[in-house]
């Protein structure tokens, strides 16, 4: 590693955080802890958090001037309509070959992963997206874990398999060019989420390519994310308005493409569509046979549930309630 003074950065850390206090450590450390024989940068994006989070980000600027780089709001973007502060914020200051995402909840798991990666994409130039297995942890009463694994081995991706996948990458797993985020596609701005138009702008331009190992952690269930925040309220008709959303974002990339990946984004906007009945259980839509290759690819620990709760709902909620203690 140099000392900092050399401005050939081979990759960009983008990390994005919102009252992230009580992680922002435990990632920014993981950042820092990344053994590479290139130099990087840390790119975080507070947004206006009302805890210490920022603070917690000025330290550590203060302490790694040559290495984070923080951009600290007074005011809220996403509140603003902003929906993806990556696009709007980072990406354009990003000095890196390569960008590698992390919001500032998750972290990486390893001190090898940018170094892996970025050898594999210098060694394959038409690579377009590096993806990885990520352990999650379940947050809520007692922490759990398990396995973000999309694929059973390391593998190449064709541009169909991104688009049209059975099980989401973790956001802390991507590392892709610089040069895919140059100009953004209205599919990139129009999404409700960041790491869903990415991987069609990678899937468009070239292949991905998967390495089955775990090499960072995703956090489900923090208080404040944007999947808590969504279960808030009318939660159906937040379901509904994603999809619908979704749904255009999938036909700007179909149109973006020429057509070229027709039938993989239509099966991915389905996809979203039932997975939406899936989390409203709506067991019409659901047992639908027209989504039945969706509904198969469903762990059989969910399709037992839906089945559980369809066919004896009383039975179902005596019982979800005596185990989570809610009247």
């Given at each position: 590693?140099?000392?900092?003074?050399?401005?050939?950065?081979?990759?960009?850390?983008?990390?994005?955080?919102?009252?992230?206090?009580?992680?922002?450590?435990?990632?920014?450390?993981?950042?820092?802890?990344?053994?590479t024989d290139f130099e990087y940068e840390i790119l975080v994006h507070d947004d206006a958090s009302t805890d210490k989070t920022s603070d917690i980000i000025r330290e550590y600027a203060a302490k790694y001037p040559d290495k984070i780089r923080p951009l600290i709001q007074t005011e809220n973007q996403y509140s603003q309509g902003i929906d993806n502060i990556s696009g709007a914020f980072n990406f354009p200051r990003a000095r890196g070959k390569y960008i590698f995402m992390c919001d500032g909840d998750d972290y990486f798991d390893s001190p090898d992963k940018l170094q892996?990666?970025?050898?594999?994409?210098?060694?394959?130039?038409?690579?377009?997206?590096?993806?990885?297995?990520?352990?999650?942890?379940?947050?809520?009463?007692?922490?759990?874990?398990?396995?973000?694994?999309?694929?059973?081995?390391?593998?190449?991706?064709?541009?169909?398999?991104?688009?049209?996948?059975?099980?989401?990458?973790?956001?802390?797993?991507?590392?892709?060019?610089?040069?895919?985020?140059?100009?953004?596609?209205?599919?990139?701005?129009?999404?409700?989420?960041?790491?869903?138009?990415?991987?069609?702008?990678?899937?468009?331009?070239?292949?991905?390519?998967?390495?089955?190992?775990?090499?960072?952690?995703?956090?489900?269930?923090?208080?404040?994310?944007?999947?808590?925040?969504?279960?808030?309220?009318?939660?159906?008709?937040?379901?509904?308005?994603?999809?619908?959303?979704?749904?255009?974002?999938?036909?700007?990339?179909?149109?973006?493409?020429?057509?070229?990946?027709?039938?993989?984004?239509?099966?991915?906007?389905?996809?979203?569509?039932?997975?939406?009945?899936?989390?409203?259980?709506?067991?019409?839509?659901?047992?639908?046979?027209?989504?039945?290759?969706?509904?198969?690819?469903?762990?059989?620990?969910?399709?037992?549930?839906?089945?559980?709760?369809?066919?004896?709902?009383?039975?179902?909620?005596?019982?979800?309630?005596?185990?989570?203690?809610?009247?």
């Open positions: 590693m140099t000392d900092g003074s050399n401005r050939n950065i081979m990759a960009s850390i983008n990390c994005v955080t919102y009252n992230h206090g009580a992680f922002i450590r435990q990632a920014l450390d993981s950042f820092l802890m990344q053994k892996k990666q970025v050898d594999y994409m210098e060694s394959h130039p038409d690579c377009n997206l590096c993806i990885h297995s990520a352990r999650i942890q379940l947050m809520g009463k007692a922490v759990a874990e398990r396995q973000m694994r999309p694929y059973r081995k390391t593998a190449v991706l064709t541009p169909e398999e991104i688009i049209d996948k059975a099980s989401g990458y973790a956001m802390s797993s991507m590392a892709f060019p610089a040069r895919l985020v140059t100009d953004l596609p209205d599919y990139y701005t129009d999404c409700p989420v960041g790491d869903t138009p990415l991987q069609l702008m990678a899937a468009a331009n070239g292949y991905g390519y998967y390495m089955d190992e775990p090499m960072s952690v995703y956090r489900v269930g923090v208080v404040g994310s944007w999947t808590a925040e969504g279960k808030k309220g009318n939660y159906a008709g937040k379901q509904q308005a994603y999809y619908e959303r979704m749904k255009v974002v999938y036909e700007e990339f179909d149109k973006a493409t020429g057509g070229r990946f027709k039938a993989a984004a239509m099966s991915a906007s389905n996809r979203t569509y039932f997975q939406t009945k899936v989390n409203t259980r709506d067991f019409k839509e659901i047992l639908n046979p027209a989504f039945r290759r969706y509904y198969k690819e469903l762990s059989p620990l969910t399709r037992f549930f839906i089945q559980f709760e369809y066919r004896t709902p009383g039975l179902y909620n005596l019982l979800r309630r005596s185990f989570t203690g809610s009247r």
